[in-house]
T-cell receptor
Framework: ETGVTQSPTHLIKTRGQQVTLRCSSQ?????VSWYQQALGQGPQFIFQ???????GRGNFPPRFSGLQFPNYSSELNVNALELDDSALYLC????????????FGQGTRLTVV | DQQVKQNSPSLSVQEGRISILNCDYT??????FLWYKKYPAEGPTFLIS?????DKNEDGRFTVFLNKSAKHLSLHIVPSQPGDSAVYFC??????????????FGQGTTLQVKP
């Protein structure tokens, strides 16, 4: 068991709504990264948080935002949901910012209708 | 622009034989490579990694080979077991402040090990 937990596991939202996904990192890990995995594709990097600050961002619009809390847990917020946002959202925690051994949670399956 | 490519969407091998999963990359700045295994309804599980200063790393039944000149890496599983049946992702990262924390994944290869 990796120790990284995500909630909820499944979610259905309507286009235009906002969603918040949550991630508890593995004990001792100060770095959290978020990925979006579309069907049949590999995970795509959204952003990373290190010690409560954004530490890198992929090619995602500003309506994708995040937070990291003092206990290193994290949230991913998506505003103005679009149908193409339907995907598996994965959270990964690691001991270092380079993700030399990132541990993933089971993911949140988001469906936008 | 797919910087990490896994050109074989699927692979089927017999139990006990060797499984070889391949991965190609285009960015010469990549200096760390990882392999992940993913079962349905679970997150990816870290398998093995290799730094660009090495050309081989071994962990039990899993060995990763890196050919920097060809920008190619491969994962060998010997012997293959039915429990190895899963989707395998290759991932890469690059040094530099603008790349910190970003893992670039391939599309994945579905491995089926037949009993």
């Amino acid at each position: 068991e990796t120790g990284v937990t995500q909630s909820p596991t499944h979610l259905i939202k309507t286009r235009g709504q906002q969603v918040t996904l949550r991630c508890s990192s593995q004990s001792g890990h100060n770095t959290v990264s978020w990925y979006q995995q579309a069907l049949g594709q590999g995970p795509q990097f959204i952003f990373q948080y290190y010690r409560e600050e954004e530490n890198g961002r992929g090619n995602f619009p500003p309506r994708f935002s995040g937070l990291q809390f003092p206990n290193y847990s994290s949230e991913l917020n998506v505003n103005a949901l679009e149908l193409d946002d339907s995907a598996l959202y994965l959270c990964a925690s690691s001991l270092n910012r380079k993700n030399t051994e990132a541990f993933f949670g089971q993911g949140t399956r988001l469906t936008v209708v | 622009d797919q910087q990490v490519k896994q050109n074989s969407p699927s692979l089927s091998v017999q139990e006990g034989r060797i499984s070889i999963l391949n991965c190609d990359y285009t960015n010469s700045m990549f200096d760390y490579f990882l392999w992940y295994k993913k079962y349905p309804a679970e997150g990816p599980t870290f398998l093995i990694s290799i730094s660009s200063i090495k050309d081989k790393n071994e962990d039990g039944r899993f060995t990763v080979f890196l050919n920097k000149s060809a920008k190619h890496l491969s994962l060998h599983i010997v012997p293959s077991q039915p429990g190895d049946s899963a989707v395998y992702f290759c991932a890469a990262s690059a040094s530099g402040s603008s790349n910190t924390g970003k893992l670039i994944f391939g599309q994945g290869t579905t491995l089926q090990v037949k009993p």
